[in-house]
């Protein structure tokens, strides 16, 4: 039983590395991310101090599929609060994109393919992105702050 466990552990390591391409980094079975989009605009006021304010209207852009891969492309870093606009690719019939975290929860529908788009709202806190049907290997996280 072992053993069968054994080949089948590689089995999935070779189909995923298969996937998204040799030398990728993606074989972890957590897909941990952190996004840097925006840090904000800085504004001068009659007094000579200068405030910074938070930029909205920012782009995410998220995969999820063809093979067991789910990304936030934007990655490095902590991301800003604010508005962001969320572009989603989804490119397969049997995976979703899930972003849940303080006040956003947004998805795709499992069944649909294409590219979906939602207006959301991050504040400081943890994000998590997840494949709903595969939550165990598709999943990683943003921070906000």
């Not at 089995?11 to 990728?24: I, M």
């Not at 079975?29 to 989009?37: F, G, K, M, V």
């Not at 943890?126 to 049907?133: A, L």
């Amino acid at each position: 039983m072992t053993a069968l466990r054994l080949v089948l552990i590689v089995a999935l390591a070779v189909f995923a590395l298969a996937a998204t391409g040799c030398g990728s980094d993606d074989n972890a079975a957590t897909d941990t991310t952190t996004l840097t989009d925006t840090t904000g605009t800085e504004t001068t006021d009659t007094a000579g101090t200068t405030d910074t304010a938070e930029t909205t209207g920012s782009a995410l852009h998220g995969t999820v599929g063809p093979g067991f891969d789910i990304s936030l492309d934007e990655a490095s870093g902590t991301i800003a609060p604010g508005t962001y606009e969320l572009e989603v690719e989804d490119l397969s019939d049997i995976h979703n994109f899930h972003l849940t975290g303080p006040g956003v929860d947004v998805t795709t529908d499992v069944a649909a393919e294409g590219t979906e788009s939602f207006t959301v709202e991050l504040q400081a806190g943890t994000y998590e992105f997840v494949c709903d049907p595969h939550a165990g290997q598709m999943n990683g996280t943003i921070e906000v702050g």
